[in-house]
Every structure is written in structure tokens, then in C-alpha cells.
């Protein structure tokens, strides 16, 4: 299954002619109140995550038809949605772009997206569309989101 997000439906529909040819499987849009990137630290992490408080144990996998939205926080950190539970990912590594591009895929045989899965981060505007690197994630922490 592929799978991409992004706040505008553009950037699935370059996703689908540009990278798979049509096997797209869906979007998920990113859901934030503030469009365009974001001002993130020389280190990637961005002030306007909110925090998070642990809201049960974390997860290897998330079952890709209950994701109901995802919102890209920093080169770090992606939330997702499901239902009315969020959980964190915080990747172990920092995956360039991915803050300032807020737009990822990624392809799985599987049902569910796990923490060995690889997204990858896509170039929507400016130069072209097209992939921008990939990177791992690490585990879905439950939590509760501060406001």
C-alpha cells in the first residue's frame, strides 16, 4: 500500500503521476491550522510542537486504515491520528526536509505501518516534485497532545 501526506490534495495527485503511476492508495492530509513550512531550530526541532504527555505504552505498528490524519511537526516528529487517539512518532534520526517539506510517502505490503518502515520525503514546490530522501521511523507512542 502507498500511502502519502500532505495538506493539499496536489501533492497526491503528483505523487500518484510522478512516483507510482497510479497506485495510489490515498492521503492523508496534514491538518494543521498553519500552512507552509515551518521555523524549526538548526537542529530540526521546531518550538511549535506541542508537547506531549505518554498516554499508555508505545507501539511497533499502526493499522493504516485507522490513520485519519497526520501532521508533520518538525524534521523529527510526525503525529498521527487515529480515531481520537494521537500517537507520536519521534523518528530516531532526523530526516531532512521533512519539516520544512511536510510531505512524505511511503509503500508497505502490509496493513500497517510499522517502526521499520521508510517514508520518504517529497518535494512538492520550487524546483520540481519528486522525492527528497528517506528516512526510518521509530515507535507510535500514544499520547495526549497539549493545546
Not at 514546490?125 to 507512542?141: E, K, N, T, V
Request: with cysteine; aromatic share 6%.
Amino acid at each position: 500500500m502507498i500511502r502519502a501526506s500532505r495538506p493539499a490534495v496536489l501533492a497526491c495527485a503528483l505523487l500518484a503521476g510522478t512516483i507510482i503511476s497510479g497506485l495510489l492508495a490515498g492521503c492523508t492530509p496534514a491538518g494543521s491550522a498553519a500552512s507552509g513550512p515551518r521555523t524549526a531550530g538548526l537542529d530540526g526541532h521546531s518550538p511549535k510542537t506541542p508537547a506531549a504527555t505518554p498516554a499508555g505504552p508505545a507501539r511497533n505498528c499502526i493499522p493504516i486504515a485507522q490513520i485519519s490524519e497526520s501532521r508533520v511537526r518538525d524534521d523529527w516528529t510526525i503525529d498521527f491520528r487515529l480515531g481520537r487517539q494521537w500517537y507520536r512518532n519521534s523518528l530516531p534520526l532526523r530526516c531532512n526536509s521533512l519539516g520544512f517539506e511536510r510531505t512524505f510517502g511511503y509503500a508497505t505490503s502490509q496493513s500497517q505501518l510499522c517502526n521499520v518502515d521508510i517514508i520518504t520525503v517529497l518535494q512538492t514546490g520550487g524546483g520540481g516534485a519528486g522525492p527528497r530522501g528517506s528516512c526510518g521511523l521509530g515507535q507510535f507512542q500514544p499520547v495526549t497532545l497539549a493545546k
